[in-house]
């Protein structure tokens, strides 16, 4: 077993502040979607949030895993995990990384914006270039992120919309009506199929949970 690394995995030379313009705030488009501004097409950086602090992240499709600088998790004081094994780093011509081999990780919550939820991640520790994080391939794709280096922004679906619809479906309202105590839609009885999708969306130590009305 081995990863890949992109561009951002060197011998750690250090963030220069003056490089990099920081992105704004995103925004969302057609209710779907958050779209934030990056730096370049050819240093997709942001800002996101880790532990409640800022730091620069390298969206980095070049790279399988997701990696952060030593020197970022002393900083945010962040647990590190040992691996059993050494994982060996190659860049793209199959040469090893001067870096070295991953031996640690960390497991923590990013929010690639102030809107958006917290989405969990494994991040390799290990000297970075010009960055704090570098988010991977294999992240991106599992998060549904689009890297758009023609209008150089990243897109990243809303999952809290989604959940919204999903439930709205369920139970037949749309998003901003105001339900009655006693709306019929709700009284309907739901069939097994309907009652798996609720449980899916609500978190596991309410299911089973029983709701008496006072009257």
């Given at each position: 077993?081995?990863?890949?690394?992109?561009?951002?995995?060197?011998?750690g030379?250090?963030?220069?502040?003056?490089e990099?313009?920081?992105?704004?705030?995103?925004?969302?488009?057609?209710?779907?979607?958050?779209?934030?501004?990056?730096?370049?097409?050819?240093?997709?950086?942001?800002?996101?949030?880790?532990?409640?602090?800022?730091?620069v992240?390298?969206?980095?499709?070049?790279?399988?895993?997701?990696?952060?600088?030593p020197?970022?998790?002393?900083?945010?004081?962040?647990?590190?995990?040992?691996?059993?094994?050494?994982?060996?780093?190659?860049?793209?011509?199959?040469?090893?990384?001067?870096g070295?081999?991953?031996?640690k990780?960390?497991?923590?919550?990013?929010?690639?914006?102030?809107?958006?939820?917290?989405?969990m991640?494994?991040?390799?520790?290990?000297?970075l270039?010009?960055?704090?994080?570098?988010?991977?391939?294999?992240w991106?794709?599992?998060?549904?992120?689009?890297l758009?280096?023609?209008?150089?922004?990243?897109?990243?679906?809303?999952?809290?919309?989604?959940?919204?619809?999903?439930?709205g479906?369920?139970?037949?309202?749309?998003?901003?009506?105001?339900l009655?105590?006693?709306?019929?839609?709700?009284?309907?009885?739901?069939?097994?199929?309907?009652?798996?999708?609720?449980?899916?969306?609500?978190?596991?130590?309410?299911?089973?949970?029983?709701?008496?009305?006072?009257?």
């Amino acid at each position: 077993m081995f990863t890949t690394a992109g561009e951002g995995v060197d011998e750690g030379k250090g963030l220069d502040p003056k490089e990099l313009a920081v992105a704004e705030l995103c925004v969302y488009e057609d209710g779907h979607f958050i779209t934030i501004p990056i730096t370049n097409a050819s240093q997709p950086k942001t800002k996101i949030n880790v532990k409640g602090a800022q730091v620069v992240a390298l969206w980095d499709s070049g790279a399988t895993s997701s990696y952060i600088n030593p020197k970022t998790v002393e900083d945010l004081g962040l647990e590190v995990i040992r691996y059993p094994e050494e994982v060996p780093v190659r860049m793209f011509d199959g040469s090893e990384s001067i870096g070295g081999p991953i031996t640690k990780f960390v497991e923590t919550g990013i929010r690639v914006s102030v809107e958006d939820k917290v989405r969990m991640i494994r991040l390799d520790v290990t000297k970075l270039c010009n960055a704090d994080v570098v988010i991977g391939w294999e992240w991106m794709k599992k998060e549904g992120v689009v890297l758009d280096v023609r209008e150089e922004v990243i897109k990243i679906p809303c999952r809290q919309k989604r959940e919204g619809e999903k439930l709205g479906a369920v139970f037949g309202f749309k998003e901003g009506e105001v339900l009655g105590p006693r709306d019929s839609a709700l009284e309907d009885e739901l069939s097994e199929g309907e009652q798996e999708e609720l449980l899916e969306l609500v978190p596991s130590e309410y299911h089973g949970v029983t709701v008496l009305e006072t009257r």
